[in-house]
């Protein structure tokens, strides 16, 4: 079983930066990929991000392709979400998520576990 933990949520005006943790518990964080996703009361939830155990393969979704950067740390039990530039589309309930695969998966079906959310409000 393993828990996440979101944090570094907030409100930010268009241009700005914001970095999300995700602190997740148990000893085998590194054997997991990790994900972001992100979801809107008109949307499903979508996939942001993913990174894979030993950090040597990244993933993004279009829509944030060269705005937003994943990395992890595994000796912290932390995955992380830098997210530059953001604009009021950007404004969501972010989640992190865990998947026991070896190889980078976007589908949230994909996933194991799943963090609580963490709110992201962009204004214009």
């Known amino acids: 079983q393993v828990q996440l933990v979101e944090s570094g949520g907030g409100l930010v005006q268009t241009g700005g930066s914001l970095r999300l943790s995700c602190t997740a518990s148990g000893r085998t964080f590194s054997s997991y990929v990790m994900g972001w996703f992100r979801q809107t009361p008109a949307k499903e939830r979508e996939f942001v991000a993913a990174i894979t155990g030993n950090s040597g393969t990244t993933y993004y979704a279009v829509s944030i392709k060269g705005r937003f950067t994943i990395s992890r740390d595994n000796a912290k039990n932390t995955v992380y979400l830098q997210m530059n530039s953001l604009k009021p589309e950007d404004t969501a309930v972010y989640y992190c998520?865990?998947?026991?695969?070896?190889?980078?998966?976007?589908?949230?079906?994909?996933?194991?576990?799943w963090g609580q959310g963490t709110q992201v409000t962009v204004s214009s």
């Open positions: 998520a865990a998947a026991s695969r070896r190889w980078i998966v976007a589908g949230r079906n994909e996933y194991d576990y």
